[in-house]
């Protein structure tokens, strides 16, 4: 578990990227990393209908370590608690896991973030009210909408 998180802001763009599962939740992670510039490998069985295949590197089958060996971070969202702690388990010292069924065995979580112009806010209750940060990230949202910056 992060006790102190230390924020960054990281280029994706020649990271390679492993999502693990193809759900509703990889539909969403998968979304935020095509717009950071990567081009994540996405090993499921079945792809999420919001997942467009022509967009990712699709290895249709179900975890197994040698798919995942080389990855710099890899994101474990299957459905199966086992399976998304196994793969934090087998990680390398050098690989970065986010088990997004349990952030005490991850060793990031992504925050809710708003860009408005060239203003990146990020927000995130550490993992102790969702509901909390996106009702912020709103908020925030809404009142830096109606700001104009320009330098």
């Not at 950071?36 to 919001?50: E, F, Q, Y």
């Not at 990020?122 to 830096?144: C, F, H, R, Y």
Request: proline share 6%.
């Amino acid at each position: 578990m992060i006790k102190q998180p230390y924020p960054i802001i990281i280029d994706l763009t020649h990271k390679k990227i492993a999502v693990v599962g193809g759900g509703k939740v990889a539909a969403r992670k998968i979304s935020k990393l095509l717009a950071a510039g990567s081009k994540p490998v996405v090993i499921s069985p079945k792809l999420n209908p919001a997942i467009d295949p022509t967009k990712v590197e699709w290895i249709k089958g179900p975890y197994q370590r040698d798919r995942v060996a080389e990855m710099d971070i890899i994101i474990a969202c299957t459905d199966n608690p086992i399976v998304n702690e196994q793969i934090k388990k087998e990680a390398s010292h050098f690989q970065l896991v986010n088990n997004t069924s349990d952030k005490r065995h991850s060793d990031f979580y992504n925050l809710a973030t708003i860009m408005v112009d060239d203003i990146l806010l990020g927000i995130s209750t550490m993992g102790k009210s969702p509901s909390l940060a996106k009702q912020v990230k709103n908020e925030l949202s809404d009142w830096l909408k109606k700001r104009h910056w320009r330098e």
